[in-house]
């Protein structure tokens, strides 16, 4: 039987559980992660926290409607067995009515009426030696590490407001910087969040917010200066990481490629392609 639970009700210890020991387990949905993205969410439960599913929700003018919150890329349903594709749908179905419009994005690819659009994401497992890892790296990035290498890069830890002022620099997309800083405070606290920058010589070129879990590191956030990125800082920087958790069990999570360019640009560290849909409905 699934059950809608708000969140002011919802047995946290138990769904984290889920969460934690899921097949499907993404940082973006423990609890506290939610509680600072989210404007509102509350979740789906079959039985005894058997499985979970978050909805995020907002209200805009009185209307309810279901919504990805910044920060996180993709939800969906988290349970310790692979879930039948029926069952992705009874959740699915179970969102209640009283959201007039729902758009979220899940990692299960279903056959599910209403709109829905499948996206890219790029991981790499970083289970081998560098030097296996690497050798499959394409000719442009092998190149592109080796310019940063050629000038004499490093990447060392930065401050937050180091990256943050890059970002203001240099780039004109908008971001949700107070909720950016407190889920970087949290994640810095608990020791699940990298923070590095890259320098040339005393000169801060930009860097990248990663989140760290025992089994996945992702690519959060990153600014790099217009000297940054003709010197590769983020080829530098990520080739860095790779190298630092080689042989472990952990995924690097590049966290999107669904712009060409982007997409090229993680394929070339021979990531691998994962998908998700955004399911879209609306009684509106």
């Not at 934690?20 to 509680?35: C, G, K, P, T, V």
């Not at 659009?117 to 289970?127: A, D, M, S, T």
């Not at 290498?149 to 830890?157: F, M, T």
């Not at 920058?197 to 000169?203: R, S």
Request: hydrophobic share 40%; glycine share 4%; net charge positive.
């Amino acid at each position: 039987m699934i059950k809608y639970i708000k969140r002011k009700d919802l047995d946290v210890e138990k769904y984290n559980y889920c969460i934690e020991n899921s097949l499907q387990s993404r940082i973006y949905a423990f609890s506290w992660y939610l509680d600072i993205v989210a404007t509102n969410w509350d979740v789906l439960v079959l039985n005894d926290y058997k499985a979970v599913m978050p909805i995020p929700w907002k209200k805009k003018y009185g209307i309810k409607y279901v919504t990805q919150p910044v920060f996180c890329q993709q939800l969906g349903v988290f349970s310790a067995n692979e879930q039948k594709e029926e069952v992705i749908i009874q959740f699915l179905n179970k969102v209640p009515k009283t959201f007039l419009k729902v758009s979220l994005n899940i990692k299960q690819i279903v056959n599910v009426s209403g709109k829905t659009k499948i996206l890219k994401n790029y991981v790499l497992p970083l289970h081998k030696e560098y030097a296996a890892i690497k050798k499959d790296f394409s000719k442009g990035r092998k190149h592109a590490i080796k310019v940063g290498e050629k000038h004499n890069l490093q990447a060392k830890e930065v401050s937050f407001k180091s990256l943050l002022d890059v970002y203001h620099k240099h780039y004109q997309y908008k971001i949700s910087e107070e909720i950016l800083s407190e889920l970087y405070s949290f994640l810095l606290k608990d020791k699940k969040a990298i923070l590095l920058g890259v320098f040339k010589d005393d000169v801060f070129l930009g860097g990248a917010i990663f989140t760290k879990t025992t089994t996945r590191i992702t690519y959060l956030f990153a600014a790099f200066s217009k000297e940054g990125r003709a010197l590769q800082a983020s080829s530098y920087l990520l080739n860095n990481v790779i190298n630092t958790y080689q042989k472990t069990k952990t995924v690097l999570d590049f966290e999107g490629g669904n712009i060409t360019s982007i997409g090229k640009f993680y394929r070339s560290f021979n990531a691998v392609e994962e998908n998700y849909i955004v399911f879209e409905s609306s009684l509106l």
